[in-house]
């Protein structure tokens, strides 16, 4: 099978399902840049030109508002936000609009309006351009959000996405752009609600979203070499949520860690110990560990921000405290996450 990066996966599902479907635009700032968003918009610029791939100012407000009018006419609006930060802006199109239409109007119809954003560290961008925001839209109802974590996720879910009828928040992680992987050349879908294991393992269960995936591969390769046997689960979408693979890998394993890129308070890993807890309390022979970066906002400094951000270090050694093991373990630092240097 052919092998995509994750950026060339998203730019060939992107043009793929403009070519079947004339009722799907793109629009996003930086879209038609030769940049072009990370290199995920560029293709389609250049196949379907300004008519279908629009470049907006930075109006994330009124935008969001304009996607949700087009989706209720009949058209499937692509946007794009170069750091899903900016998606703050526009929460009420999205949280107040898209995510209850089908509710207020009886189930009748939905707005199929997808949206991007970007998120990730790298450089030192500072608090307001670093932060992961998957949580936040996960906690609204009439919303489906998802974290990609492989190439061949990042088509699937973007394809099942643009064909769906629901609205769709999709969180990408710019760490991961580089990444390679499988991909069909096919049109095909990932289901949402549908996680995936990544390694199999007996001793210790990683439940892991977005870059928190590929650095819980590394931590179990690493762990292996000690004699523990981790199993890594790649939630895939945040709502909804795949309860029932959580519960059969805790079954297997009773212990657990989460591992996620967002705060832990009221996040992810929040979430997944409150379904084992009150669905499979008796099955968990320790507490219940979650990585995350710390209760504080990111800060500027490279080298702070690269200490504020959880890795492959931080999952290993917590699958080795659950496990009562006393051991240490150094993973080696993934160069390509530590590589990314922009373009945005």
Request: charge should be negative; charged fraction near 20%; proline fraction near 6%.
């Amino acid at each position: 099978m052919r092998v995509l990066k994750y950026s060339e996966a998203i730019a060939e599902a992107t043009v793929q399902c403009m070519a079947a479907d004339p009722s799907i635009l793109l629009a996003g700032q930086c879209v038609d840049d030769a940049k072009g968003i990370y290199g995920t918009t560029v293709s389609a610029a250049r196949r379907f030109g300004p008519a279908r791939v629009i470049d907006i100012p930075n109006c994330e407000t009124a935008f969001a508002g304009m996607a949700v009018g087009a989706a209720s006419r009949g058209l499937r609006p692509l946007v794009t936000y170069t750091r899903d930060d900016f998606m703050f802006l526009a929460m009420d199109g999205i949280f107040n609009l898209a995510a209850k239409w089908r509710y207020m109007y009886g189930g009748r119809s939905g707005v199929p309006v997808v949206m991007r954003g970007v998120v990730g560290h790298g450089w030192g961008q500072g608090a307001t351009h670093s932060q992961s925001l998957h949580t936040v839209f996960g906690h609204f109802p009439g919303l489906r959000v998802a974290t990609p974590a492989s190439p061949a996720d990042a088509k699937g879910l973007l394809v099942s996405a643009l064909r769906g009828d629901n609205p769709v928040v999709l969180i990408e992680n710019r760490g991961l752009y580089e990444s390679v992987g499988e991909v069909p050349e096919e049109l095909y879908e990932v289901p949402f609600g549908k996680g995936r294991i990544v390694r199999a393992g007996d001793d210790v269960t990683i439940v892991a979203v977005s870059l928190m995936v590929r650095e819980a591969e590394r931590a179990a390769m690493a762990l292996a070499e000690q004699g523990v046997s981790a199993e890594v689960v790649d939630l895939r979408s945040i709502r909804p949520l795949d309860e029932e693979i959580v519960l059969t890998s805790v079954a297997k394993t009773g212990r657990l860690v989460i591992a996620d890129t967002t705060w832990a308070r009221y996040g992810v890993g929040a979430e997944v110990a409150a379904v084992v807890a009150e669905q499979m309390p008796s099955a968990l022979r320790a507490p219940v560990r979650r990585i995350a970066p710390p209760d504080c906002p990111a800060p500027v400094s490279w080298p702070l921000e690269e200490a504020y951000n959880p890795d492959a270090t931080d999952i290993a050694q917590a699958c080795l405290a659950v496990l009562r093991s006393g051991q240490d373990i150094l993973v080696k630092q993934d160069e390509l996450a530590r590589d990314f240097v922009g373009p945005y």
